[in-house]
């Protein structure tokens, strides 16, 4: 009765909905050519590529960072067993883009259709799959209710649940938990995050997995930016400023502009994490009077600059093998869910970001309990944490390798997950 009603009134969602989704497509870079894919509008190539992997898992991702780890989860399975065929999909134009330039040889890769029953029940009916397999928390009710009608089979993957979302599920439980508890399983990263979702959903086959990302695949041949054709030669100590956020952009090019009075060596680099944001962020470079490259200009600085606003997406593991000291965005300036701290640990590099990571406690704590990580209680706190570590290369590499070390003994996840992703194929 509850998707009844979500099926009425998701037109009028959609609507209201429609001109973001247009404003994101037209700003953010990516694979935009097989768009219509997203209201199931597939091409005769696409219908053939399809009907080649019918009964493939079909394994569903939404942006650059959960389809680095389901892209990592394909090549291991494939490893495992070279006869299953994989269908991947992701949500945004930069998740296409990565997913189709890393897909191993054999692997479709399509957008998600938007969660109307139309255009499910229509990809379903062309994808085909033996399983569909949702990387996080992306609880889609025509997805979940499609999986179950077509092949039967359904999983959530590398989830994990915020106590801010654990608290609003518990508001709509009457419609959330019946989606939830329609999973074969739900393999989660923590101990807490099995404990919220079995609050939400007591009926559903909960596991802890552990954290796929831990298992991250670095490439060995991975090559960071000439960053020469930006700050030019010589000595330099290059800040990253990963992920950012709105407000933490100034925040950290204000703390720049007054460590570079002591450390005239000192470059910066911000990644924000919406690369659309990245004229509201050169007007604030330009009112601090900071000299800067914006790198999807295309052009290099005539004379070298300070700061490089580097607004482009699947990159940041490239900038990160070149950078001194990583700043961990969505920590600071008012935000404290916090991103991904294990791609700079798996780098050795030392990491700085805020005290509270409601979205990455567990990752956070791995980190806090090795001493491996420097976090900050307030933004007053950064210049000096940042100062320390520039002034300081042995104490940078020694908190770098502590970093590398501590991430390192929670690998496993991924083949955990396998296991359990291929006995529901198999048994149930």
Known sequence: MMLFFYNIFFPIGFILFLPGLLYKLIMRPGWKKTFGERFSIFSPEARRKLKETEGAVWIHSVSVGETMIALSLIKKWQA????????????????????????????????????????????????????????????????????????????????????????????????????????????????????????????????????MKFDQDIPENLKGPDLNEYFGTGEKTVILAASTHPGEEKLIAETFIRLKKDFASLRLVIMPRHAERGGEIASDLKALRLSFARKTSGEKPSSPVECLLADTTGEMLSFMKVADVVIMGKSLAGNDEGHNLIEPALLAKPVVTGSVLKNFRFALNVLKEKDAVITVDSDLDLETALRRLIDDVSFREELGNRAREAVSVHTGATGKTIKLLEDILWNR
């Not at 999983?155 to 938990?177: E, P, Q, T, W």
């Not at 923590?190 to 086959?205: I, L, Q, T, Y």
Request: charged share 25%.
């Open 80 to 211: 495992e067993d070279s006869s299953r065929k994989f269908v991947l999909s992701t949500t945004t134009t930069t998740g296409q883009e990565l997913a189709r330039s890393k897909v191993p040889s054999g692997v479709n890769v399509i957008f998600c259709p938007i969660d109307f029953s139309l255009f499910v029940k229509r990809t379903f009916r062309i994808v085909k799959p033996s399983m569909l397999v949702i990387f996080e928390t992306e609880i889609w009710p025509n997805m979940i209710d499609q999986a179950v009608k077509e092949c039967g089979k359904l999983a959530l993957v590398n989830a994990r649940m915020s106590d801010k979302s654990a608290h609003g599920y518990s508001k709509i439980a009457f419609f959330i938990r019946p989606l939830l508890e329609k999973f074969k399983i739900i393999c989660v990263q923590s101990e807490n995050d099995k404990n919220r979702f079995s609050s939400v959903a007591p009926g559903a086959d909960v596991r802890t997995c552990g954290n």
